[in-house]
């Protein structure tokens, strides 16, 4: 079973992306080039549907140019997110090709731990070959970093929590 964590900072402040697996995780960097290029895209088709109803609206209103340099405009923008799109899609194949990534295997790590300060969990993992990498991350993702880590390195995974009748008979 495959997991996969985004939003998720390193110890040098790069963006990555998590895969974890049974016994590996996959450190994949996001590019802020990459980002940036699907914003374009997104944020042309919005603007170029803003500007063909423009035009459509000035033309149902009869005036004369607006339309006219309205749907020119539209149709450059919608360009604009092809050429966007465009880029996104050749930075995502190459990441599916495997230029970026990282592997650090369960049988790798030699010590990890986990703490959490203003609702940042952060998780530090040291290899055999005595490098540390830390991984941190807010919210909901930073609970899963933590899980994620403990089900990689512990033998026999991270127990499912029982139920709070079990805790506690009174309730």
């Known amino acids: 079973m495959a997991m996969r964590l985004t939003r998720v900072s390193t110890g040098t402040g790069a963006n990555?992306?998590?895969?974890?697996?049974?016994?590996?995780?996959?450190?994949?960097?996001?590019?802020?080039?990459h980002q940036r290029a699907a914003r374009v895209c997104g944020g042309s088709l919005v603007g170029a549907f803003g500007l063909a109803a423009v035009?459509?609206?000035a033309g149902a209103?009869?005036?004369q140019v607006l339309p006219t340099v309205m749907w020119i405009l539209a149709l450059v923008v919608l360009v604009a997110g092809a050429g966007g799109a465009g880029a996104w899609?050749?930075?995502?194949?190459?990441?599916?090709?495997?230029?970026?990534?990282?592997?650090?295997a369960a049988a790798e790590v030699s010590?990890?731990?986990?703490?959490v300060s203003d609702g940042v969990v952060t998780v530090t993992v040291t290899t055999l070959d005595?490098?540390?990498?830390?991984?941190?991350?807010?919210?909901?993702?930073?609970?899963?970093?933590?899980t994620e880590f403990g089900?990689?390195?512990?033998?026999?995974?991270?127990?499912?929590?029982d139920a709070v009748e079990n805790e506690h008979p009174a309730l």
């Not at 990555?16 to 080039?33: G, Q």
């Not at 899609?89 to 592997?103: F, I, N, Q």
């Not at 010590?111 to 703490?115: F, I, Q, R, T």
């Not at 089900?151 to 929590?161: D, H, N």
């Open 16 to 33: 990555v992306s998590l895969e974890f697996t049974d016994a590996s995780v996959e450190i994949r960097e996001i590019s802020a080039a």
């Open 111 to 115: 010590a990890a731990k986990s703490e």
């Open 130 to 146: 005595g490098q540390s990498r830390s991984f941190s991350a807010a919210g909901h993702v930073g609970s899963m970093l933590a």
């Open 61 to 63: 209103r009869e005036i």
């Open 151 to 161: 089900r990689l390195i512990s033998p026999e995974g991270v127990p499912a929590p």
């Open 55 to 57: 035009g459509a609206n």
């Open 89 to 104: 899609l050749l930075w995502s194949a190459a990441r599916r090709r495997g230029t970026d990534r990282v592997t650090i």
